[in-house]
């Protein structure tokens, strides 16, 4: 099913009036009034009409997860931007749930260039870009200004050239959040309980270690296969953020979690190399400015949400665990030997100067 957002047609900016876009943002905030009430609105596109080269394109942007939550959220506001910037002349197509194909998939679907565009999580990408495995080390971040420091930064401006490369072109952040253990057995509160328990986790061997660490039985999963498997009882758990979790209605079939904020994964921005080397340059700098745009506010929607939808979750007869400072140094020390079998793949000083960003 193709979703596509008719709300502003291409309109052209430079005519709009304060009144056209104080409608435009009155329709959209109700549009989106039912799917989650709350969401901060989607703001008025900002900048110039972009000069073009005079040709259309079409950007399909596909995501894993579902129309409900902050990623796509953020993918409407990417599209407003970048149709009304181009004046009509880039329409962007959006896709949600994995329809166009689960993270890996879309990724290979860009380097082949059969789709234009995807934002996965980081993890799945570490076979192609080792570098990105310093995302996946337990409580290495802990605050969502210190993600925001590093992405934004250095760290994550090195890393987007890294990830300019095999067909892909890297142009921001966003983010999918610190990760929530989630299962179908039993509360959890420290890594005894995890004896055994079947954890889904993404395709990617820190989270396999993770896991293993903590004695549960990991299985390394698509996320597009993850509801069905937990609805059969082919896992008995899985760990995402809680808006991730409430999106793709987890809930449903696990009756309880745990708030262990284990891990913290980002969204890459990613374009097809082939479809971005068609681009004349004012294109590309334009695709880059909505892409940090959409990254910043996506970012707002996702922790602004985060508290809500928590309570939603407990509301709608979630068991949630929240852990003590002290249940929570349990679990770190128990993964200390995670660093010690990581740290000189991922390389010492990069988790040293992301320790030494937090400590600021
Ligand atoms: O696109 O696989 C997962 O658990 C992630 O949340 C997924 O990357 C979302």
Known sequence: MTITRYATPSFPLRIITASIGALALTLATLSTAQAAAEMPPIPEVTGDVVEGDGNDYTIKFSIGTTQSGAQYRGLEYFEDIVEARSDGHIQVELFHSAQLGDDLQAVSALQSGTLEMTAPSTSPLVNMFPQFAVFDLPFLFPTPEVADE???????????????????????????????????????????????????????????????????????MSFAELFTALEQGVVDGQENPWIT????????????ASETNHVYTPFITLVSERFWNKLPESYQQMLVEAAQQMGDYEREVSRSLNDQIKQELIDEGMQITELTPEQVTTFQESLAPVYDNWRDQVGGELIDSIRATSAQ
Do not use: C
Request: hydrophobic fraction near 35%; glycine fraction near 10%; charged fraction near 20%.
């Open 245 to 256: 979790i409430q999106s793709s209605r987890f809930n449903e079939v696990q009756g309880y």
């Open 150 to 220: 590093v992405l934004d930064g250095e760290i994550g401006d090195s890393m987007l050239g890294i990830a300019s490369s095999n067909g892909l072109v890297a142009i921001g952040w966003a983010e999918n959040g610190y990760r929530q253990l989630t299962n179908s057995q039993a509360a959890v509160d420290s890594p005894d309980d995890l004896d055994g328990l079947k954890v889904r986790t993404m395709q990617n061997p820190i989270h396999l270690d993770i896991w293993r660490t903590l004695g549960a039985n990991p299985t390394p």
